[in-house]
């Protein structure tokens, strides 16, 4: 069975840090791409950020400055590091993997900024 994990969501100040850990079972980690997803209420979950088996990455309409995505394929883990983070940032995010066979979801995160 594949899984997948996020850790590290949860209440920030604004304008603080967070930094989400999404760790993966029952796969080969390292022969997926990789992606961060974030959805509003209301809203559709929308594209965070995206890097590949080898490091090369793709955000959505965020700030590189404030979201940077990495993995550890020794760790299976991929990381989303977020600073400078504001309320406009709450939302429950999710992370994903993606191959030709299929595409697999966390069950998300809670991330609650506040003012």
């Known amino acids: 069975q594949v899984q997948l994990e996020e850790s590290g969501g949860g209440l920030v100040q604004a304008g603080g840090s967070l930094r989400l850990s999404c760790t993966a079972s029952g796969i080969d980690f390292s022969r997926n791409v990789a992606a961060w997803y974030r959805q509003f209420p209301g809203k559709q979950r929308e594209l965070v950020a995206e890097i590949t088996s080898g490091g090369g990455t793709n955000y959505g309409n965020f700030p590189k400055g404030r979201f940077t995505i990495s993995r550890d394929n020794t760790k299976n883990t991929m990381y989303l590091q977020m600073n400078n983070l504001n309320p406009e940032d709450t939302a429950v995010y999710y992370c994903?993997?993606?191959?030709?066979?299929?595409?697999?979801w966390g069950r998300g995160a809670q991330v609650t900024v506040s003012s």
């Open positions: 994903r993997l993606s191959n030709l066979w299929g595409v697999y």
